[in-house]
Nanobody
Framework: QLQLVESGGGLAQPGGSLRLSCAAS????????IGWFRQAPGKEREGISC???????TFADSVKGRFTISRDNAKNTVYLQMNSLKPEDTAVYYC???????????????????WGKGTLVTVSS
């Protein structure tokens, strides 16, 4: 069964950090571009970052300079490191994957094939 599972969400204080993980099972990630998306209550889903199969990354303006993305192909996992968190970062965070082998860069606008079920991040004092 092909699936993505997010973990690492929780409660963080403003200015704090969290690291989200996206683990794949049933398929191997190296040939896939992985995207991170989030949806806050009452708002549309927002693409915030992606990492290409060759490790190139893209970030939305809303998180640029605060979030980083990385992948560990040996662990079949992609990470989203979130620093300097703000209350407006509160949302359910999803990872998604699309087959894009040999690509150096990625775009958050990819039509993703596989989606995780999400992990909740709450930023509050």
């Amino acid at each position: 069964q092909l699936q993505l599972v997010e973990s690492g969400g929780g409660l963080a204080q403003p200015g704090g950090s969290l690291r989200l993980s996206c683990a794949a099972s049933g398929f191997t990630l190296p040939n896939y571009a992985i995207g991170w998306f989030r949806q806050a209550p009452g708002k549309e889903r927002e693409g915030i970052s992606c990492i290409s199969s060759r490790g190139g990354s893209t970030f939305a303006d809303s998180v640029k300079g605060r979030f980083t993305i990385s992948r560990d192909n040996a662990k079949n996992t992609v990470y989203l490191q979130m620093n300097s968190l703000k209350p407006e970062d509160t949302a359910v965070y999803y990872c998604a994957a699309v087959l894009k082998p040999f690509q150096r860069q990625c775009t958050i606008d990819y039509d993703m094939t596989y989606w995780g079920k999400g992990t909740l991040v709450t930023v509050s004092s």
